[in-house]
């Protein structure tokens, strides 16, 4: 058996190297170089997909500081790009009538046997390049991992029949404990689950690795009093302005001065523009804070190992709960509310992450493992109401659940989470109530008088007036 493991980001490599050295792909996690040459032992290929916007700019996951360790647990590093060149990853699909024809020139070009069954571990289907993946190697058992808060929520878009009948595992990071992802689980895959401590293993082993790039860029030992803000990209993604992003990144600072803490780590997203780091730097200068710049290219989790923040702020980047998840650090979510209000459209796949990131930080809901008694409500119903509006094709069997949340939640803050309108086109509490003068009439009444009112319009057009009463009464 071959596993293909198909990742383009460097947190999912260390999610998957972690799966792999506590054995939960199967093997034996860490082996020795002796167990490692036997012929029983199970392959691994790993599939480096660069999906930014320009790759030729852009180090992939395997090329980044940090990776070198992890590549070790692989027989095979393979780049998808060049593999599929001219073509980019996230446009690159193929016809069914090509597929076995590639199928076999990869299996060559890759060592695998014309026969050897396969097992293809991807990231989120059914979009590309884990889609092209399952085109590609038609009959290959499918299995997904995870990748940060994403994953507690629902797909885009519906499997192809394929694809979901060989579909086995959902691997994920425990990072909210308690709280099962609702990723494709209208297809009761097997959940396998990591724990954040296996994973924190792999960040320190990489924060050890770089220890001279953190060194050069004064980030190798604990920075005491510090906040760690962490810059995110909504501009790019055309959610907010670039104003807008600018001014939510100063609340930030705004927020570290608020906690009486006197030391700004900032960490730009990798691929956001550099403008804010001017402005940021003279607002700590006038709050007084000392500015540190983490221009790195590194995950934001080997700065927190590294740096050691007694607070991490953030809008909604998973950043946060891998940052109390595996360091337990405090956390503060800024701009949440205004992104709820303006995000669109509903079923846009940053909802569940702002959502979860809102609600642990408004004092109204806790983790299902909270401490006994705490009386701020349990995650898990507003997840299935949100999900469930997101996505009533997919996640039908959440409807119940969807409606009792929304019944108890009528003239509530949390009404916040969900669109009128969307409640109205569902049928669903809290939506949109219609005029007084339609509520009592049925659907086919209100068809006849409309139809009734058009043909009075066509009629006077050829100067012929009907008293509309008499249309109605007969139709």
Same mark, same amino acid.
């Given at each position: 058996?071959?596993?293909?493991?198909?990742?383009?980001?460097?947190?999912?490599?260390?999610?998957?190297?972690?799966? &792999?050295?506590?054995?939960?792909?199967?093997?034996?996690?860490?082996?020795?170089?002796?167990?490692?040459?036997?012929?029983?032992?199970?392959?691994?290929?790993?599939?480096?997909?660069?999906?930014?916007?320009?790759?030729?700019?852009?180090?992939?996951?395997?090329?980044?500081?940090?990776?070198?360790?992890?590549?070790?647990?692989?027989?095979?590093?393979?780049?998808?790009?060049?593999?599929?060149?001219?073509?980019?990853?996230?446009?690159?699909?193929?016809?069914?009538?090509?597929?076995?024809?590639?199928?076999?020139?990869?299996?060559?070009?890759?060592?695998?046997?014309?026969?050897?069954?396969?097992?293809?571990?991807?990231?989120?289907?059914?979009?590309?390049?884990?889609?092209?993946?399952?085109?590609?190697?038609?009959?290959?058992? &499918?299995?997904?991992?995870?990748?940060?808060?994403?994953?507690?929520?629902?797909?885009?878009?519906?499997?192809?029949?394929?694809?979901?009948?060989?579909?086995?595992?959902?691997?994920?990071?425990?990072?909210?404990?308690?709280?099962?992802?609702?990723?494709?689980?209208?297809?009761?895959?097997?959940?396998?689950?990591?724990?954040?401590?296996?994973?924190?293993?792999?960040?320190?082993?990489?924060?050890?690795?770089?220890?001279?790039?953190?060194?050069?860029?004064?980030?190798?030992?604990?920075?005491?009093?510090?906040?760690?803000?962490?810059?995110?990209?909504?501009?790019?993604?055309?959610?907010?302005?670039?104003?807008?992003?600018?001014?939510?990144?100063?609340?930030?600072?705004?927020?570290?001065?608020?906690?009486?803490?006197?030391?700004?780590?900032?960490?730009?997203?990798? $691929?956001?523009?550099?403008?804010?780091?001017?402005?940021?730097?003279?607002?700590?200068?006038?709050?007084?804070?000392?500015?540190?710049?983490?221009?790195?290219?590194?995950?934001?989790?080997?700065?927190?190992?590294?740096?050691?923040?007694?607070?991490?702020?953030?809008?909604?980047?998973?950043?946060?709960?891998?940052?109390?998840?595996?360091?337990?650090?405090?956390?503060?979510?800024?701009?949440?509310?205004?992104?709820?209000?303006?995000?669109?459209?509903?079923?846009?796949?940053?909802?569940?992450?702002?959502?979860?990131?809102?609600?642990?930080?408004?004092?109204?809901?806790?983790?299902?493992?909270?401490?006994?008694?705490?009386?701020?409500?349990?995650?898990?119903?507003?997840?299935?109401?949100?999900?469930?509006?997101?996505?009533?094709?997919?996640?039908?069997?959440?409807?119940?659940?969807? &409606?009792?949340?929304?019944?108890?939640?009528?003239?509530?803050?949390?009404?916040?989470?969900?669109?009128?309108?969307?409640?109205?086109?569902?049928?669903?509490?809290?939506?949109?109530?219609?005029?007084?003068?339609?509520? $009592?009439?049925?659907?086919?009444?209100?068809?006849?008088?409309?139809?009734?009112?058009?043909?009075?319009?066509?009629?006077?057009?050829?100067?012929?007036?009907?008293?509309?009463?008499?249309?109605?009464?007969?139709?």
């Amino acid at each position: 058996m071959t596993q293909i493991i198909e990742i383009s980001t460097q947190y999912q490599l260390a999610n998957v190297a972690a799966l &792999i050295r506590s054995g939960r792909l199967g093997g034996d996690g860490n082996l020795g170089e002796a167990d490692r040459l036997g012929d029983d032992r199970q392959r691994r290929i790993l599939v480096v997909a660069n999906n930014s916007f320009a790759p030729e700019l852009t180090p992939a996951a395997d090329a980044m500081p940090g990776s070198r360790g992890l590549l070790a647990d692989f027989d095979l590093v393979v780049d998808w790009n060049a593999a599929i060149w001219p073509n980019h990853p996230k446009a690159f699909g193929i016809s069914g009538e090509r597929a076995p024809i590639m199928e076999r020139a990869l299996r060559r070009e890759w060592g695998i046997d014309d026969h050897e069954p396969l097992e293809l571990i991807v990231e989120s289907l059914p979009g590309h390049p884990a889609g092209a993946l399952t085109q590609i190697f038609s009959t290959a058992a &499918i299995s997904v991992h995870s990748d940060g808060l994403m994953s507690y929520g629902p797909v885009r878009n519906p499997l192809t029949l394929p694809q979901w009948q060989r579909l086995r595992a959902i691997f994920y990071t425990d990072l909210l404990p308690g709280i099962t992802p609702r990723q494709l689980a209208e297809h009761t895959p097997d959940r396998v689950v990591l724990p954040t401590a296996d994973l924190a293993d792999v960040i320190d082993a990489m924060t050890a690795e770089v220890a001279d790039d953190l060194a050069t860029a004064g980030l190798d030992s604990p920075i005491d009093d510090s906040a760690l803000v962490l810059g995110q990209y909504l501009a790019q993604l055309d959610l907010i302005t670039a104003e807008e992003e600018l001014e939510l990144h100063l609340q930030m600072i705004d927020e570290v001065k608020d906690a009486g803490l006197s030391t700004v780590i900032f960490k730009p997203h990798p $691929t956001s523009a550099r403008t804010t780091i001017g402005p940021l730097r003279r607002r700590c200068e006038e709050f007084g804070l000392e500015f540190v710049l983490a221009d790195v290219p590194l995950l934001a989790e080997i700065v927190v190992a590294a740096t050691r923040p007694e607070l991490v702020v953030s809008c909604f980047s998973t950043g946060l709960a891998t940052a109390k998840g595996l360091y337990g650090c405090q956390t503060a979510a800024v701009g949440t509310e205004r992104l709820l209000a303006e995000l669109a459209p509903y079923q846009n796949s940053n909802r569940i992450p702002l959502t979860i990131i809102d609600a642990l930080h408004s004092g109204r809901y806790e983790l299902p493992d909270a401490p006994a008694g705490t009386v701020a409500r349990n995650l898990n119903g507003l997840i299935d109401a949100v999900t469930y509006c997101m996505q009533p094709g997919s996640a039908a069997h959440l409807r119940g659940s969807a &409606i009792d949340f929304l019944r108890s939640a009528i003239g509530g803050p949390d009404m916040k989470y969900f669109k009128r309108k969307r409640l109205t086109a569902l049928d669903l509490p809290g939506q949109l109530q219609p005029p007084m003068h339609r509520k $009592t009439l049925s659907a086919a009444k209100r068809h006849l008088i409309s139809r009734a009112k058009r043909t009075q319009r066509v009629l006077k057009d050829y100067g012929i007036t009907v008293d509309a009463s008499k249309l109605k009464r007969n139709g």
